[in-house]
Nanobody, 123 residues
């Protein structure tokens, strides 16, 4: 089983940056595609980005393309989400997800989810 724990969330000013981390446990981490989602109050969970097990294939939602960057370090069992040019609409709980199938991951049907970390963008 894979367990995921997000960190790095917090309060940031408009236009600022944050880097989220998702640390995993489990011996099969390197074989899993990883992704990031977010959910704002009153809204459905939204796909943001995904990365293949090798790190050579990346997927981004149009809403964050050019501002957010996903990466992974398999040696550290960690996936990252670098978020730049943050605005108020980026305020949400951010979740890390993992699945052997990157397509299933992007659809929000991941096998494993983290507990979420709050990101709040202030004016």
């Amino acid at each position: 089983q894979v367990q995921l724990v997000e960190s790095g969330g917090g309060l940031v000013q408009f236009g600022g940056s944050l880097r989220l981390s998702c640390t995993t446990s489990g011996r099969t981490f390197s074989n899993y595609a990883m992704g990031w989602f977010r959910q704002a109050p009153g809204k459905e969970r939204e796909f943001l980005a995904a990365i293949s097990w090798s790190g050579r294939n990346l997927w981004y939602a149009d809403s964050v393309k050019g501002r957010f960057t996903i990466s992974r370090d398999n040696a550290k069992n960690t996936v990252y989400l670098q978020m730049n040019s943050l605005n108020i609409e980026d305020t949400a709980v951010y979740y890390c997800a993992a699945d052997e199938n990157p397509n299933r991951l992007s659809l929000g049907s991941s096998s494993f989810w983290g507990q979420g970390t709050q990101v709040t963008v202030s004016s």
